[in-house]
C-alpha cells in the first residue's frame, strides 16, 4: 500500500471535517516543537516507510511528515493543501520546519545530530504502523 493509497483511505477518514492535520489533532492540546523533517514518496510502501522512520528515529524526535502534519482533506472544513504550502517556499511549512530545525541547531549546538525534520512522536507513527500491519489484511 503507497503513502497515497494510507493518507486517502485513512488519514483523511480520521481528519475530514476537522479542519486540521493528524499530527495536530493527535496532540493539538499540547503542541509540539518539531526536531526532525521526513521526506517521503507518494508513491512508496507506507509500511516500509514508517518501519524506517521508527528505525532512525529516537524517543524524543518530534517528527515532520507532511502525509500526517497537512490537512489533506480537501473538503472546505480546513485550508486547501495549496493555500498551507503558500506561494513563498520559505512560509511553507516545509520551509518553517526547516528554519526552527535550524535556529534550534544554532542555539544547542551540543544537543544537535546530523538529522532533518515532523509533527507526530515516533510512539504514534508504532501505532500507525500497527495499524497499516493489520488494515491492508482485510
Known amino acids: ?5 494510507f493518507v486517502d483511505k485513512y488519514v483523511t ?7 486540521m492535520g493528524l499530527a495536530l489533532l493527535t496532540n493539538g492540546s499540547a503542541p509540539l516543537e518539531v526536531t526532525r523533517m521526513v ?5 512508496e510502501n507506507v509500511e516500509e516507510f514508517l518501519e524506517q ?3 532512525s528515529s529516537g524517543s524524543g524526535d ?7 502534519a497537512l490537512y489533506q482533506c480537501e473538503d472546505r472544513a480546513g485550508p ?13 511549512p516545509f520551509g518553517r ?24 512522536a515516533p510512539s504514534a ?3 500507525l504502523a500497527l495499524i497499516v500491519a493489520g488494515a491492508f489484511l482485510f
Request: aromatic fraction near 8%.
Open 39 to 43: 521526506s517521503h514518496s507518494w508513491a
Open 13 to 19: 477518514s480520521w481528519t475530514r471535517g476537522r479542519g
Open 80 to 92: 486547501t493543501i495549496a493555500e498551507q504550502v503558500g506561494k513563498i517556499p520559505g512560509m511553507s
Open 125 to 127: 507513527l508504532i501505532g
Open 1 to 5: 500500500t503507497t503513502m497515497y493509497d
Open 62 to 68: 518530534i517528527l515532520f511528515i507532511c502525509a500526517f
Open 97 to 120: 520546519v526547516l528554519s526552527n530545525i535550524h535556529r534550534r541547531r544554532l542555539e544547542r549546538p551540543w544537543k544537535s545530530r546530523c538529522a532533518l525534520a515532523v509533527h507526530m
Open 53 to 55: 522512520v521508527i528505525k
